[in-house]
T-cell receptor, first 112, second 109 residues
Framework: DTGVSQDPRHKITKRGQNVTFRCDPI?????LYWYRQTLGQGPEFLTY????????KSRLLSDRFSAERPKGSFSTLEIQRTEQGDSAMYLC??????????FGPGTRLTVL | QQPVQSPQAVILREGEDAVINCSSS?????VHWYRQKHGEAPVFLMI?????EQKGHEKISASFNEKKQQSSLYLTASQLSYSGTYFC??????????FGTGTSLTVIP
């Protein structure tokens, strides 16, 4: 257990539905990342927060994806109008300045 | 922009050594190494910073050649627990962090 938690751990949804995932980072870590990982691939960067500010967002991220980190604590990732191609493991990681990232256990999304 | 790793896969017998390479087409300022076991999240192994500073695992070492934009991870006297997929990673542009293509390592008795 790295100290980073994610909820839910598994989510099954029907195509077209909206889903929201939550990440609780290690409390003193001001930096937070969201990644998506599909089978056999490495984690793919989605977005980055420093405190409450979303400083980076992947160009691959469609408008259906949005993320927030109110008050610089927990973060949420929402996917609207889910598609089958959104099925993946969604990973959250936090870190202090210039150090390693601590990953949460991930949320596995299955879109039927 | 994704760093390229080689080999893609390697099988070792317990006690053997392995080297995993990571190459980038863009300048590297730091390189991270992570190991991921099946169904689990990546776990930090090592970070190498420009200038030679290293932080990480006691039994795993790594090198970082800034001029060649390459890093290598050295696994010596491999143990069964070393099995997994190894990823290098770096922040190539701003705060976007890119993981490499991955190397699957299997250690057999």
């Amino acid at each position: 257990d790295t100290g980073v938690s994610q909820d839910p751990r598994h989510k099954i949804t029907k195509r077209g539905q909206n889903v929201t995932f939550r990440c609780d980072p290690i409390s003193e870590h001001n930096r937070l990342y969201w990644y998506r990982q599909t089978l056999g691939q490495g984690p793919e960067f989605l977005t980055y927060f420093q405190n409450e500010a979303q400083l980076e967002k992947s160009r691959l991220l469609s408008d259906r994806f949005s993320a927030e980190r109110p008050k610089g604590s927990f973060s949420t990732l929402e996917i609207q109008r889910t598609e089958q191609g959104d099925s993946a493991m969604y990973l959250c990681a936090s870190r202090p300045d210039h150090n390693e990232q601590f990953f949460g256990p991930g949320t596995r999304l299955t879109v039927l | 922009q994704q760093p390229v790793q080689s080999p893609q896969a390697v099988i070792l017998r317990e006690g053997e050594d392995a080297v995993i390479n990571c190459s980038s087409s863009k300048a590297l300022y730091s390189v991270h190494w992570y190991r991921q076991k099946h169904g689990e999240a990546p776990v930090f192994l090592m970070i190498l910073l420009k200038g030679g500073e290293q932080k990480g695992h006691e039994k795993i070492s790594a090198s970082f050649n800034e001029k060649k934009q390459q890093s290598s991870l050295y696994l010596t006297a491999s143990q069964l627990s070393y099995s997994g997929t190894y990823f290098c990673g770096t922040a190539l542009t701003g705060n976007q962090f890119y993981f490499g293509t991955g190397t699957s390592l299997t250690v057999i008795p």
